[in-house]
């Protein structure tokens, strides 16, 4: 009898422990008010005004601090209650301290920088660069362009709210960074911006250049002489520019030995071409008059004394009146005479008409 009683006994107990296995609620660690860590259901957890941090997590001695912020922008790493009674704003369990989230960057009227709570810094009439913004990263000054040239060293937030533009890092004005040179004509040159030097359809020279340095125009080669012009201007009315900081004052900008037949003029390069002569080239003189030809064999265009297959390009360059090039890539550094050497049919002027006299002397490896 007892022994049978003792059976049913146990099956009972055995399926009551089998029922509450099935029921049993999952638990977590759970940060109780105080600091304390519990490893307890959600429910007790909520029950007991506590924070859950999920089933199956487990207490250690971290699990309930978080970051402590203080009114000088520090951060410890502490139990809720703790931080309390230091006077700090508790950020919440597992909050960090690396960043300090607990201030940041400020820049000063001075314009130097120090890590201030957002508060401090409004205090301290500073400019408050972001949450977590480190004095390492942040630049306080930079040059201020305030819509005309005017330049001051601020604050970016001080410039900007007026309307500026902000140039971080620069520590001068000098070179001024709000302008430029800008060339108004080959004789006028303003400080302006850019914007202000287009308006008033200017050559603006570039940021920083200065009207001390830059030159705003140049000997522009016209049929009517030389004037000083932009090369804008120079292209635009005909001219040959001959570069920035030239001067027309220099004689040799335009004019060059010309010879018409067996004369020789230094005159303007197109009044020369247009009165049917040929132009030597700028800054070339009269010394050798047009009739005294070196002893070089006509037909000889590359002049080494050879008349060949060799000169044909260097007649080309001597037909078509590219003189300078002629001098560089034929003359050799002789006292060769192009027209002594390409004027075949002997009229005093190189041109198409020497074509057919030139392409015999080739043939036959010299000129009768």
């Known amino acids: 009898m007892k022994t049978a009683l003792r059976g049913a006994f146990l099956v009972a107990v055995s399926g009551l422990l089998s029922a ?16 304390e860590c519990r490893q307890i259901t959600l429910a007790e957890c909520i029950a007991l005004g506590g924070i859950y941090f999920g089933d199956d ?7 309930c601090r978080g970051a402590c912020c203080f009114s000088n922008a520090t951060c410890l790493y502490l139990l809720r209650p703790d931080c309390a009674s230091q006077g700090g704003t508790y950020q919440g369990e597992l909050t960090d301290c690396s960043p300090n989230l607990c201030g940041g960057a400020c820049c000063l009227p001075d314009l130097s920088c120090q890590f201030l709570t957002q508060a401090g810094c409004a205090a301290a009439a500073g400019e408050f660069r972001g949450t977590g913004a480190t004095c390492m990263q942040t630049v306080c000054f930079g040059a201020c362009c305030r819509g005309d040239t005017s330049c001051t060293i601020t604050r970016r937030n001080e410039c900007q709210g007026s309307g500026g533009m902000w140039i971080s890092g620069r520590t001068s004005c000098d070179p001024n960074p709000c302008g430029g040179a800008c060339c108004l004509s080959a004789t006028n040159c303003q400080f302006m911006t850019r914007a202000a030097c287009l308006s008033a359809g200017g050559l603006y020279r570039g940021t920083n250049t200065s009207c001390d340095t830059v030159a705003c125009g140049g000997a522009c080669c016209l049929s009517t002489g030389c004037e000083l012009l932009r090369d804008g201007e120079c292209e635009t009315r005909g001219g040959i520019f001959r570069g920035y900081g030239t001067n027309c004052d220099t004689a040799d900008q335009c004019s060059g030995a010309c010879c018409v037949g067996n004369q020789c003029q230094v005159l303007n ?3 020369c071409v247009s009165g049917g002569g040929l132009f030597f080239g700028r800054g070339t003189s009269c010394n050798n008059p047009c009739n005294i030809c070196p002893p070089f064999p006509r037909g000889d265009t590359r002049c080494d004394h050879h008349v060949d297959n060799f000169d044909i390009d260097c007649f080309v360059l001597a037909v078509v009146g590219n003189f300078e090039r002629w001098v560089a890539e034929c003359q050799l550094g002789t006292d060769c005479d192009l027209v002594c050497v390409a004027d075949v049919n002997g009229d005093g002027v190189v041109n198409m008409f020497d074509i057919d006299g030139f392409v015999e002397c080739v043939v036959n490896q010299g000129c009768n």
Not at 20 to 35: D, I, N, R
Not at 57 to 63: E, I, L, N, R, V
């Open 57 to 63: 997590t487990g207490c250690d001695p971290a699990t």
């Open 269 to 271: 390069w197109d009044v």
């Open 20 to 35: 509450h296995t099935a029921f049993a609620q999952p638990t977590g660690a759970c940060c109780l008010p105080g600091g």
